[in-house]
C-alpha cells in the first residue's frame, strides 16, 4: 500500500463549481502536510500549507484530520486556470530527517 | 531570484553513457532531494541529502549515485543509463525544520534510447 493516497480522476467540472479532493496517509507519525499544484510538464508549486486547525487561502480551504489521517484540499468557484494536477505531500520521520512523499495526484479539469 | 536551478533542462543519452544532473539552490536550504516522475507514477524519491556531508536512499535509488558537494549543490549521476530511467528529474530543497516546504527546479528531461 502506498504511504500516500490520491483518487488520480481525473476531475472534470465547470467553471464556478466547488471540487473536493481527499488524500489518505498511512504513517501515523507524519509531521505536516502540504498541497502542490502541477500543470503539465512543470515543476509542482506550492499551494498551500495544511494545518490542524484548517486554514484557507481565498478560494482554496484546506483540512487535516489526524484521527483519520487524511486531508483534503477544497476548491470554490473553480476557474479554467484551476486546472491542473494537485499532489498531496506529506512530510514523515525517517532515518532522523524529514521525507516528503508524495501522492500521485489528483487531475482537475475545468470547462466552460 | 534564482530559487533551485537544474542544468541541463533536456538531455539524449545512448543506452551505456553515463551523465551527471547539476542541482544548485540558492536559498540556503540544508536539505536537498532528486526525484524522478514518469506518467501515472507520480513523484518518487532517489536520494536526498537532510544536510551538508549526508546522503541517503529515496524509494527508487538503483542505477543512481549522488554528490553532496557543498550545501548549495546536489548532483545525480547516471553511471550506464538504460532506457528504464528515461524520465523527467526534479531537484527540489527545503529548510530542515519539518513544516517547511520544498521548491522545485523546473526539471531535466532525460531520454534514454
Known amino acids: 500500500r502506498k504511504e500516500v493516497e490520491q483518487d488520480p480522476g481525473p476531475f472534470n467540472v465547470p467553471e464556478g463549481a466547488t471540487v473536493a479532493f481527499n488524500c489518505t496517509y498511512s504513517n501515523s507519525a507524519s509531521q505536516s502536510f502540504f498541497w502542490y499544484r502541477q500543470d503539465c510538464r512543470k515543476e509542482p508549486k506550492l499551494l498551500m500549507s495544511v494545518y490542524s486547525s484548517g486554514n484557507e487561502d481565498g478560494r482554496f480551504t484546506a483540512q487535516l484530520n489526524r484521527a483519520s489521517q487524511y486531508i483534503s484540499l477544497l476548491i470554490r468557484d473553480s476557474k479554467l486556470s484551476d486546472s491542473a494536477t494537485y499532489l498531496c505531500?506529506?512530510?514523515?520521520?525517517?532515518?532522523?530527517?524529514?521525507?516528503?512523499?508524495f501522492g500521485r495526484g489528483t487531475s482537475l479539469i475545468v470547462h466552460p | 531570484n534564482a530559487g533551485v536551478t537544474q542544468t541541463p533542462k533536456f538531455q539524449v543519452l545512448k543506452t551505456g553513457q553515463s551523465m551527471t544532473l547539476q542541482c544548485a539552490q540558492d536559498m540556503n536550504h540544508n536539505s536537498m532531494y532528486w526525484y524522478r516522475q514518469d506518467p501515472g507514477m507520480g513523484l518518487r524519491l532517489i536520494y536526498y541529502?537532510?544536510?551538508?556531508?549526508?546522503?541517503d536512499k529515496g524509494e527508487v535509488p538503483n542505477g543512481y549515485n549522488v554528490s553532496r558537494l557543498n550545501k548549495r549543490e546536489f548532483s545525480l549521476r547516471l553511471e550506464s543509463a538504460a532506457p528504464s530511467q528515461t524520465s523527467v528529474y526534479f531537484c527540489?530543497?527545503?529548510?530542515?525544520?519539518?513544516?517547511?516546504?520544498?521548491?522545485f527546479g523546473d526539471g531535466t528531461r532525460l531520454s534514454i534510447l
Open positions: 505531500v506529506v512530510n514523515i520521520i525517517g532515518g532522523g530527517s524529514y521525507i516528503p512523499t
Open positions: 527540489a530543497s527545503s529548510s530542515i525544520r519539518s513544516n517547511q516546504p520544498q521548491h
Open positions: 541529502s537532510a544536510s551538508e556531508g549526508t546522503t
